[in-house]
């Protein structure tokens, strides 16, 4: 499992969890009685879709991949207790740092669920940790790997930004002078900035480095000047003018071979896999049985 399917193993999981809470936050409602399942959700015209329909549709379509998550994750934690298998908190914090930095939708709105993410990238590593647990790598296979992939282990810093483009100068020192005496900058970008993609994150454009093409190199240059919080003056760009806001930074970090050794280890032994990297592959071994069979493990 490369590094950039297990982040999207990451994402889907993420999303499994929100649904698991507004399934089983429904069914707590459900049980307070029949008059919960009846009530209505929506309205179209005349007709009623009830809190029950509701239910019934959200199992049909999402039942089983979220037990199936759930069933995962419980079978993940029994086998690394059985097998003395750890993750060390460095481990999950290296995954996360590169998580936000190579995810460019990692915004102000997914950091809240930072606690979430980082249990689940700790689930990720136990899994292949214990995928790979009889796995053999020699030292000189190991440091063979890290000397070609070095630049996969070195880190550039990165910053969080947040713009706000608009056509004209005088349109940009508007709006520098409304943040000046308090205006949100989030509020603002939704409001004034042209670009609409970030304007409807509030102006959040995620993390970039030096080696990012995305944006203008005033961006970094002007990044590098800010304090956490605080923003820039207009700037010349494409578009127009643009003000910036450093949302926060992440420092640069060049890992050593000791560092990352047992990763390599586990990226070389899954590459030799050629079955799927999955908890499935543990579940006749945790005796698992479930709603829908004991031998059906497929999504």
């Not at 069933?71 to 207790?81: G, L, N, T």
């Not at 003395?84 to 990692?106: A, C, Y």
């Not at 509020?187 to 480095?209: K, T, V, W």
């Amino acid at each position: 499992m490369g590094k950039k399917q297990l982040w999207m193993v990451i994402a889907a999981l993420i999303m499994l969890n929100c649904l698991t809470l507004v399934f089983f936050l429904s069914k707590v409602n459900e049980a307070s009685g029949v008059l919960a399942n009846e009530e209505a959700v929506a309205t179209v015209g005349k007709v009623t879709i009830s809190r029950q329909d509701w239910l019934n549709e959200l199992e049909a379509r999402y039942g089983k991949d979220v037990l199936k998550e759930m069933i995962d994750q419980r079978v993940i934690e029994e086998m690394a207790a059985k097998y003395k298998i750890k993750i060390s908190d460095q481990e999950v914090e290296r995954e996360f740092r590169m998580l936000q930095t190579t995810n460019h939708s990692f915004s102000q709105k997914n950091i809240k669920n930072e606690k979430k993410w980082k249990e689940q990238i700790r689930a990720s590593l136990l899994l292949e940790e214990l995928l790979t647990k009889d796995v053999v790598v020699s030292n000189k296979e190991l440091k063979s790997y890290y000397a070609k992939n070095k630049s996969l282990f070195n880190v550039p810093t990165f910053y969080h930004i947040s713009h706000i483009i608009v056509k004209t100068k005088k349109e940009a020192e508007k709006a520098s002078k409304e943040l000046s005496q308090g205006s949100s900058f989030s509020a603002l970008a939704m409001e004034r900035s042209i670009e609409e993609f970030s304007a409807n994150e509030g102006g959040d454009i995620g993390y970039i480095s030096e080696e990012d093409e995305r944006y203008p190199k005033p961006y970094i240059e002007t990044a590098k000047k800010l304090k956490k919080g605080t923003y820039s003056k207009p700037i010349k760009v494409e578009q127009g003018y643009a003000l910036l806001k450093l949302e926060g930074k992440i420092n640069g970090k060049n890992y050593s071979y000791d560092e990352v050794k047992e990763e390599i280890r586990r990226q070389i032994a899954l590459e030799q896999m050629k079955s799927p990297a999955s908890a499935a592959t543990f579940w006749d071994e945790a005796k698992v049985d479930w709603f829908y069979g004991s031998n059906n493990k497929s999504n």
